[in-house]
């Protein structure tokens, strides 16, 4: 059942007619859990009050389905004014996003230059910017824009998803970077062809690339909510004489509070990943998809009032 749902979120998250339905109406149907609001100045206000908890934070401003230059621009200019209001309130934050929403889909070239926009204010600001990895048709080219930019900026780095049996190869690859890097599952319907269909075997592959990009001495963010990866990370740093300051864990907004508190009360560094923006509808289909216990809190939202 709990796969059954899985994919029924992640085929609805691509409709695009829903996701126009929810720009129109708002923020409803329990999405505010998950999302910070739809503007900068909520968002700021949301990263005040997780920076006041101690926990840092990476926001992104979403948007899919990005159809024109124009839009994709539009895109860019909202990464620009979250940095600069990142550094004008002074707070704990970084910048997440994606590269379809800088028009990956549209050319390479209006990508490079909407991203070399906001990476030279991100620069300018001392703001670091991470590109969120995406499904696996555009893995090997959000890999191969990330090295051209790393190239030139320091600010920067990106995402590999433990599901994909490529991940491994592209740690090894990516470490004459020294790169600061996001290790997550995965949160796309895959084919077995590209991704591990078994969940047991995606945490084995999960343990290996935390240990291979911690061991190779670069920065790493784990991004869990399972208490076993947790775990396992915290006893390999201790194992291996690993510093606090090389790695840190990262959880999505509005889920697991309570272990995202304690996590900072045991002295780890704890960043939480707010969205913000309009364009929230594919992002809150996917968190719905990755945990359909989410549900339950969705209804509540809706019929609780």
């Not at 230059?69 to 200019?77: F, H, L, S, V, Y």
């Not at 994606?98 to 549209?106: P, R, V, Y």
């Not at 995402?159 to 004459?176: A, M, W």
């Amino acid at each position: 059942m709990e796969q059954i749902l899985r994919n029924f979120f992640l085929f609805l998250s691509k409709n695009r007619f829903f996701t126009k339905l929810a720009k129109r109406y708002g923020l409803r149907f329990g999405a505010g859990r998950f999302v910070a609001g739809e503007t900068i100045p909520n968002a700021v206000q949301t990263i005040k009050e997780l920076n006041h908890k101690g926990m840092a934070v990476t926001i992104d401003h979403l948007g899919e389905f990005i159809d024109s230059k124009e839009e994709a621009r539009e895109a860019a200019d909202g990464c620009i004014e979250a940095i600069k209001a990142i550094a004008e309130h002074q707070l704990d934050s970084q910048l997440s996003l994606k590269l379809t929403s800088m028009g990956l889909d549209i050319s390479e070239d209006l990508v490079m230059e909407n991203m070399r926009r906001i990476l030279d204010v991100a620069e300018q600001k001392d703001v670091f910017v991470t590109i969120d990895m995406e499904d696996h048709e555009r893995c090997e080219q959000t890999i191969k824009i990330f090295k051209q930019l790393r190239e030139d900026y320091k600010h920067i780095g990106t995402v590999l998803q433990s599901y994909l049996y490529r991940t491994v190869e592209d740690i090894e690859d990516l470490n004459q970077y020294n790169p600061n890097l996001r290790l997550v599952k995965g949160a796309y319907k895959e084919s077995p062809k590209v991704a591990f269909p078994d969940k047991k075997d995606v945490d084995e592959n999960y343990k290996k690339i935390i240990k291979l990009h911690l061991l190779n001495g670069n920065y790493t963010a784990v991004a869990t909510h399972d208490d076993a990866m947790i775990e396992y990370t915290k006893q390999l740093v201790e194992e291996n004489g690993i510093p606090k300051d090389q790695f840190e864990f990262q959880m999505l907004y509005g889920i697991r509070v309570d272990r995202q508190e304690e996590l900072v009360k045991e002295g780890y560094h704890m960043r939480v990943y707010v969205p913000y923006g309009n364009d929230w509808y594919g992002y809150f289909m996917r968190r719905l998809a990755e945990r359909p216990a989410n549900v339950a809190f969705v209804l509540k939202g809706v019929f609780g009032k």
